[in-house]
């Protein structure tokens, strides 16, 4: 397991505990065909470097897409957050069919880096973070890392029409990413935890956790969906879904930090602006 952090012209691999300055792009890694074998053959040969600062979001030129209602409770959440508007059904068909729900999420400007502000809507009045395991996808749709997301969601917007999940989903910094690519030949065992906190005032106001294991589909089979007919010449990213929702009675609010953890990738943390 190798993480990768990002610096202006260059990446920085920490390879047991080490720091290391490597020659290579996001991008150079997102199109190879073994994005490992490559970082690793650089990795031989590399020198110490300090980690950058400030951290940057890990990607460069790949869009970030979403997959919805791939746990239990996101299901439940979804359905009660639309029950009276007859979008109910919706969600319980999504998560039992095969075919998985997955929309686009964000371009690279839209995403907030670790410690950055991430935004709710001004037209939205009940926001939550929704924090996902994210794959990182190569361009032939191999998956060879993971990182963590932070899906920023506009939960009164998606509940009122089903249709209107584009504009509950995607606008500026709805999205955040970090804080490092964890690029790794081995898949991450099923106990792997994703916890949140969730501080106002610097108290807690919401903690909550799950384990991939709770996810209905396999990683594998939601990259394949998403590279059907769709190409991604400089990768991608893929949030996997959220299995840790906060109750009907809670919103976001600007001044608030959310803090998602994985424990192999690290702690993605943002305040709301």
């Not at 993480?3 to 890694?29: E, K, T």
């Not at 490559?38 to 979001?57: I, Q």
């Not at 964890?182 to 106001?205: H, S």
Request: aromatic letters at 8%; hydrophobic letters at 40%.
């Amino acid at each position: 397991m190798i993480l990768v952090y990002p610096a202006p012209d260059h990446l920085v691999a920490v390879v047991n505990g080490q720091p290391l300055r490597v020659d290579l792009s996001l991008d150079a890694l997102f199109t190879a065909e073994d994005p490992a074998a490559l970082l690793a053959a650089h990795c031989a040969t590399a020198k110490p470097a300090p980690l950058p600062a400030p951290l940057r979001a890990p990607l460069q030129s790949q869009e970030v897409w979403a997959a919805g209602v791939t746990y239990f409770r996101s299901m439940t959440a979804r359905k009660e957050e639309s029950k009276d508007t007859g979008g109910g059904t919706f969600y319980d068909r999504v998560y039992h069919a095969e075919r998985p729900e997955l929309f686009f999420k964000a371009t690279p400007h839209r995403v907030a880096a670790p410690g950055t502000p991430v935004r709710i809507r001004a037209d939205s009045k009940w926001n939550v973070p929704e924090p996902e395991l994210t794959l990182a996808i190569n361009s032939r749709g191999k998956i060879f890392g993971y990182t963590i997301g932070n899906d920023m969601s506009s939960r009164d917007i998606e509940g009122e029409n089903p249709l209107y999940l584009p504009q509950a989903k995607v606008y500026d910094r709805s999205a955040a990413l970090g804080p490092a690519l964890l690029v790794t030949t081995e898949p991450l065992p099923p106990t792997t935890e994703i916890a949140i906190e969730i501080r106002r005032d610097g108290a807690a106001v919401f903690t909550g956790a799950t384990t991939i294991s709770q996810i209905k589909r396999t990683f594998v089979s939601l990259a394949e969906f998403l590279f059907r007919d769709n190409t991604f010449p400089q990768g991608c990213y893929l949030m996997t879904g959220t299995g840790v929702v906060p109750p009907d009675s809670f919103t976001l609010r600007s001044g608030d930090e959310v803090r998602i953890t994985i424990a192999p990738i690290g702690t993605l943390t943002n305040s709301v602006a």
